[in-house]
Every structure is written in structure tokens, then in C-alpha cells.
């Protein structure tokens, strides 16, 4: 599972930006947020929580904006599955990404990024 989470960051860290006319981002998009709900959603409690910590991990790991859709794909995947375990792993996390020590982080892209990725976390978490 882990080895499978690593291989789909590694391939969103090699995104090409994302210009107009870009013809396999809402293809990539859509598969990955399908791939991600169907396997977490099988997995057994114990492997769902490590996937989603890895997921956590490697979201808050490096900063990645030609594939912010797509990670943030990922995100709401995690968070779905099981909001309990996604929002414990991913957001303190990301409020620290956004906020270190309580002040805003002051590099803006990656606060925006940051930002973008707890939107979210938060959509998808339910109720």
C-alpha cells in the first residue's frame, strides 16, 4: 500500500504545469479520486490507517503546485474513507503547514497550497 501511495506522489510530483489545453488533467483527476475512494474504501482498518498517514505525510512532505488538484484529489479520498482517522492524520498537520507556531506562514504560495489542501480536508469530512 505504502509502495503504491509513494509511486502516484511520485508521478503527481512530475506533472507537467498545468497550462490550458492540458488534455490528461480532468482524465487524471477523475481516475485518481476514483482509484483512491475504491482502494482505501476495501482496506482493512489497520492498512487504511497507514495509508492515510502516509498520504498525510507525504502531502505535508514537499510542495507541489502543478499537481495541487490532484493531491487534493488524494486528500478528499483520505478524509472520506474514514473522516476520523483522515482528519486526525492530516489536520494538524496542515493547519501547522499553514500556520507554524501560530503565525501565518509567510512564504504566500506555499500557504495558498496549504491552504488549498485543508479546503480540502474539510470538504469531504462530513457533517
Request: some cysteine.
Given at each position: 500500500?505504502?509502495?503504491?501511495i509513494?509511486?502516484?506522489?511520485?508521478?503527481?510530483?512530475?506533472?507537467?504545469?498545468?497550462?490550458?489545453?492540458?488534455?490528461?488533467?480532468?482524465?487524471?483527476?477523475?481516475?485518481?479520486?476514483?482509484?483512491?475512494?475504491?482502494?482505501?474504501?476495501?482496506?482493512?482498518?489497520?492498512?487504511?490507517?497507514?495509508?492515510?498517514?502516509r498520504?498525510?505525510?507525504?502531502?505535508?512532505?514537499?510542495?507541489?503546485?502543478?499537481?495541487?488538484?490532484?493531491?487534493?484529489?488524494?486528500?478528499?479520498?483520505?478524509?472520506?474513507?474514514?473522516?476520523?482517522?483522515?482528519?486526525?492524520?492530516?489536520?494538524?498537520?496542515?493547519?501547522?503547514?499553514?500556520?507554524?507556531?501560530?503565525?501565518v506562514?509567510?512564504?504566500?504560495?506555499?500557504?495558498?497550497?496549504?491552504?488549498?489542501?485543508?479546503g480540502?480536508?474539510?470538504?469531504?469530512?462530513?457533517?
Amino acid at each position: 500500500v505504502v509502495e503504491i501511495i509513494d509511486r502516484v506522489f511520485s508521478v503527481c510530483d512530475n506533472v507537467p504545469s498545468l497550462k490550458k489545453g492540458f488534455y490528461m488533467g480532468q482524465i487524471l483527476s477523475s481516475t485518481l479520486g476514483r482509484f483512491f475512494d475504491a482502494m482505501l474504501q476495501q482496506m482493512s482498518p489497520t492498512l487504511r490507517a497507514a495509508a492515510v498517514t502516509r498520504i498525510a505525510r507525504r502531502v505535508t512532505q514537499a510542495l507541489c503546485p502543478p499537481a495541487q488538484k490532484y493531491i487534493g484529489s488524494i486528500v478528499d479520498c483520505a478524509v472520506f474513507c474514514s473522516p476520523a482517522e483522515g482528519l486526525k492524520a492530516l489536520l494538524p498537520a496542515l493547519c501547522d503547514k499553514v500556520a507554524p507556531n501560530g503565525v501565518v506562514n509567510g512564504v504566500e504560495s506555499e500557504a495558498v497550497y496549504y491552504l488549498h489542501m485543508l479546503g480540502h480536508c474539510l470538504r469531504r469530512a462530513g457533517p
